[in-house]
């Protein structure tokens, strides 16, 4: 299923009126009434609409204009009339009286959603488990059980229905059941297609948004809905910015005024309005000299020689293993040439007894409390302060394989609002797996020209 650019096209004043009216309309209008209520020049509007299909946004047929996918641009500009449908996971029954679908459904219909076409994603015993309690509307999508295990498989099994979904819905993900590898895959799939998310907490009967409308507007429609994000693309936009940011870098250290302007090839005079500019963005300091605010992401892009690593990981019960997930983790890393200079975990009260024996020396522990490993705010609001400490000091490697599902969801979470290279580990095979890695940093945050180099 291919991405879409919707970012590109919205940054464009025209073509953001015409999107905007093309959803509004229901993601179907005629041409001419699309013209008149846009108001772009009648001189520009077909060549607007010609880029817009050639990025495989819209479809034109006839007079007739439509939208190739009703999701996200009319769920973040309101259309009305589209029909939602809901893809979920749904987990083994263990005792409950409903399924994981309808505590979902019922919690998005306080929120005056209703969904028209309802998908789950789950194995033939669970569909067994749950089919005589079902709701009778629920469309299943059979998965075998050694495919719930990897990230890879589920995303690859699940995007195959998203074409049509996305094409005729405002699509809502759950990924609150199953296995983590289906968590994560649906997480993915969400942040790659642009698909609103939630995660259910079963036990309060509460939902949260992973992914929500706020947070869609602010990266498509460029409206600072939610706390912003620190926008190194922008940045690379301009030359001059990219050829300072590219030199702080590689240095890893501050750099005075004189020799960063010689280092990057422009007056000191330029550089001095350009460092303005990325210290209103927050991407430089000049309290020792000039320096990035943070080495992770572009010390790592630009493979600095001179800035240690940092491992952020989590650790959960013991549960019989002879070693550490972090140090499974650790000797994974070691075989990609990588070697950390410091440690942080984040666990438990509970868990930390369990591991003292074996655990690693050097480890920085963070403990949490049992209530805040089951809650994506509370874990996020407690790791961010340790998180941009490192991040300011060290290239940082996260891995969110570990401990609960909320706490996996905060660090995909975090390493993405700071873009933060992300790894899972599949224990049983001790096999690692790059959910954030350098080449997908690279091909969000640098121009065309600067990846070729």
Known sequence: MQVIDYKSALKQR?????????????????????????????????????????????TCEGDTIRLERKTPLCYIFDSPGIPYAYLGLLGERKGRDETETETALKLLARKNLKFERVMVVTTKKCENEWKEVAPDNVEWNLIKNEEIKRIETVESKVEANLTDLVRNYILIMDCTALTKPATIAYYKLATKHKIPLVYVYEDKKELTWVLSKEELIEELYQEEVTPRKIDYQTAFENEKMKRALKELAIAGKPIGIRELARRAQMPPTTLLGI??????????????????????????????????????????????????ETQTALKLLAKKNLKFDRVTVFTTHKCIPEWEEVALSNINWHLLKDKEITVVETLESKIEPDLTDLVRNYILIMDCTSLT?????????????????????????????????????????????EKED
């Open 14 to 58: 025209n073509r953001r009126a015409i999107l905007e009216g093309l959803a509004k309309a229901g993601g179907e209008i005629q041409f001419t009434e699309l013209r008149e209520k846009t108001g772009v020049p009648n001189n520009t509007f077909e060549h607007h609409l010609t880029i817009l299909k050639l990025n495989k946004i819209i």
């Open 405 to 449: 599902k909320p706490a996996t969801i905060a660090y995909y979470k975090l390493a993405i609002k700071y873009k933060i290279p992300l790894i899972y580990v599949y224990e049983d095979e001790k096999e690692l797996t790059w959910l954030i890695s350098k080449e997908d940093l690279q091909k969000e945050i640098l121009t065309p020209t």
């Open 275 to 324: 460092l303005k500019d990325l210290e209103g963005k927050e991407i430089t300091t000049r309290e020792y000299g000039v320096e990035l605010k943070y080495k992770t992401p572009l010390c790592y892009i630009f493979d600095s020689p001179n800035i240690p690593y940092a491992y952020l990981g989590l650790l959960g019960e013991r549960k019989g293993r002879s070693e550490t």
